[in-house]
């Protein structure tokens, strides 16, 4: 596996992993969590994408040249979640191509990030999820490293949210 740093040009790359992940979402019938219309088709899909990858540093996981996962890291969290007291880098838009299952490559994209953190001297990690349902993506989370720190909602149909950070 190679996780290479993204550009622009990755867009499309991205949106399409997003695109599989709500598919495969859709099909576990976990649709609270993305929705069930692929991120290409959202009003603010590309848009949304754009503004974190321009923004950020994309960072993209490839297995035998093809895009694998993807995520994206910033200097703090969306408008809906208040920054943290110090210098921090955040995860957003994490999404693995279920095709390659059981390849860690979620995991790898996250120590990655840690990585990351580290080589930028900033001692904080962040993420948000969805928190709803059995809660096994929080669990995800936990498993690899992160602490919960608050719940949130957010929008009109209270979708629940969980904020865990990592100290690196």
Not at 16 to 30: E, F, I, N, T, Y
Not at 51 to 72: H, K, N, S
Not at 90 to 108: C, E, I, N, T
Request: net charge negative; with cysteine; charged share 25%.
């Amino acid at each position: 596996m190679l996780i290479r740093r993204g550009t622009t040009d990755d867009i499309p790359v991205i949106l399409g992993l997003l695109d599989g992940a709500v598919a495969w979402l859709v099909s576990q019938g976990r649709t609270r969590q993305w929705g069930t219309r692929p991120w290409s088709e959202l009003p603010r899909g590309e848009e949304t994408v754009r503004r974190y990858v321009t923004g950020g540093e994309p960072w993209i996981a490839e297995i035998d040249g093809v895009p694998a996962g993807t995520l994206t890291l910033t200097d703090g969290p969306g408008a809906y979640l208040a920054p943290a007291d110090e210098p921090e880098r955040y995860v957003h838009l994490l999404a693995a191509d279920h095709r390659f299952s059981g390849r860690g490559v979620g995991g790898a994209l996250l120590a990655h990030a840690v990585q990351e953190a580290r080589r930028a001297g900033v001692g904080l990690l962040r993420v948000d999820c969805y928190a709803g349902d059995d809660g096994k993506l929080v669990g995800y989370y936990e498993r690899n490293g992160f602490t919960r720190t608050e719940a949130f909602t957010v929008g009109e149909d209270q979708w629940p949210g969980q904020v865990l950070a990592q100290r690196v």
